[in-house]
């Protein structure tokens, strides 16, 4: 993993977000990923639990979704990355903004193993 493979997966990733894209993640996770949303939760595991989670919050949940990043560094098969998305909850209208960081281990055909998220959340309610 280099830098512009790391951009290149974050791209990735974000147009699959902006999207609502929950089958089109699953192509950027390796089969038996952890992906850790918060630190205090147990992980999602394997594709399957990973797609589940996309198609309830970015599929189904949120509309008019951007997504930023900024690479912070690469060391072997670690990235860590620094995010920040915007979208509009479609339950309710309320505006959320997200900031976070990431740290991201890959195997070697470049798909996430391990997904680790630290964010924080900013909402207003909608109209």
Not at 86 to 97: I, K, L, P, Q, W
Request: charged share 20%.
């Amino acid at each position: 993993m280099n830098e512009a493979q790391l951009a290149a997966w974050l791209a990735d990733y974000g147009r699959c977000w902006e999207q609502g894209d929950a089958k089109g993640v699953m192509t950027l996770f390796a089969p038996g990923a952890g992906y850790y949303e918060t630190p205090f939760d147990p992980p999602m595991v394997g594709l399957d639990a990973i797609h589940d989670y996309w198609k309830a919050g970015a599929g189904e949940a949120q509309a008019n979704v951007a997504f930023t990043y900024g690479v912070l560094g690469v060391f072997g098969d670690v990235g860590i990355a620094r995010w920040a998305a915007t979208f509009t909850r479609r339950s309710s209208g309320a505006a959320v903004r997200l900031d976070g960081v990431l740290v991201a281990r890959f195997d070697a055909g470049g798909r996430c193993a391990e997904f680790r998220e630290w964010w924080h959340r900013q909402e207003t309610p909608g109209a």
